[in-house]
Nanobody, 115 residues
Framework: QVQLVESGGGLVQAGGSLRLSCKAS????????MGWYRQAPGTERELVAS???????NYASSVKGRFTISRDSAKDTVYLQMSSLMAEDTAVYYC?????????WGQGTQVTVSS
C-alpha cells in the first residue's frame, strides 16, 4: 500500500510564499507520475502541477510562473514551491501518485491565502 503524506500548508498573506512537501512510502521513481492537485469549496479537484516518470513537468495555466514542482529522490519527496500567492489559490492541496493503473492520494493540506 502506498502512503503519501503532505505537509507545509497554512495561512499566508497574498503575495507570500509556501512550500508543500509530499513524502512517499516508496521510491518516487516507482511511480508513472506524481503531482499536486487542489480543491476549493464547491469546485472540482484540479491539477496544479505534475511530473511524469521521465521528469517532464506540467503546470496549470493559472499557476505557471508562480509555482514550481520539484523532487528529491533521496528523500522520496515531491515539493510544490508556491510564490506570489493569491486568494484564488486557497484550497486543499493533495499529493497524487500513479502506479500502473492505480492512483493514490494523500490526506490533503489546507492552504489559505488572505487578501
Amino acid at each position: 500500500q502506498v502512503q503519501l503524506v503532505e505537509s507545509g500548508g497554512g495561512l499566508v498573506q497574498a503575495g507570500g510564499s509556501l512550500r508543500l512537501s509530499c513524502k512517499a512510502s516508496r521510491s518516487i521513481f516507482s511511480f508513472k507520475a506524481m503531482g499536486w492537485y487542489r480543491q476549493a469549496p464547491g469546485t472540482e479537484r484540479e491539477l496544479v502541477a505534475s511530473f511524469t516518470g521521465n521528469g517532464i513537468t506540467n503546470y496549470a495555466s493559472s499557476v505557471k510562473g508562480r509555482f514550481t514542482i520539484s523532487r528529491d529522490s533521496a528523500k522520496d519527496t515531491v515539493y510544490l514551491q508556491m510564490s506570489s500567492l493569491m486568494a484564488e489559490d486557497t484550497a486543499v492541496y493533495y499529493c497524487n501518485a500513479v502506479q500502473y493503473e492505480l492512483r493514490y492520494w494523500g490526506q490533503g493540506t489546507q492552504v489559505t491565502v488572505s487578501s
